[in-house]
């Protein structure tokens, strides 16, 4: 396996682990959770890695002057199957406003309402890694865009589309 190949695999999964790794009683709930008891009513099991959000469209909302671009980031992801999403840029920097993209990803379940979610986007060529937590409604991406040999990280706000 080549070096550039590696790294697109390697560090977003390292990224993604080091991200959940912290005992729980560290851990502090934001202000804003619901809580964890909201999100296990719907999740269907321990060992089921497929998201529970199969079905129904959720926002994901990175906040302005993310490491995209300035502006407002906002997207929203339409789970289609246990495989299958759109994506579609709502609010974006430069030309990513109104970018849709049909994925194929794949899903691991790394504790009680979190999902690490791995895909490659057909059109812009990037390489994403995203924890989505359902009881802290956060999202956390490591993006890999390997034609310009770069791998950026941010955090957004993860909620059920109205």
């Not at 999740?43 to 302005?64: H, I, K, M, S």
Request: aromatic letters at 12%; hydrophobic letters at 35%.
């Amino acid at each position: 396996m080549k070096f550039p190949r590696f790294m697109c695999a390697a560090v977003p999964v390292a990224f993604a682990l080091c991200c959940t790794s912290a005992p729980s009683a560290e851990a502090t709930p934001s202000p804003t959770s619901r809580g964890d008891s909201e999100c296990t009513a719907w999740e269907r099991g321990y060992e089921d890695a497929t998201v529970p959000a199969v079905g129904q469209t959720w926002t994901l909302d990175f906040g302005v002057n993310s490491p995209v671009g300035p502006g407002p980031f906002v997207a929203t992801i339409a789970f289609a199957s246990a495989s299958q999403a759109t994506i579609k840029v709502v609010q974006g920097p430069g030309t990513y406003q109104g970018l849709t993209q049909d994925i194929t990803y794949t899903s691991t379940r790394l504790r009680s309402c979190q999902y690490v979610l791995t895909w490659h986007e057909p059109k812009t060529g990037l390489f994403v890694t995203q924890v989505e937590d359902y009881s802290e409604h956060r999202a956390y991406d490591t993006v890999v865009d390997p034609a310009k040999g770069t791998m950026i990280h941010f955090t957004g706000t993860l909620f059920r589309a109205r």
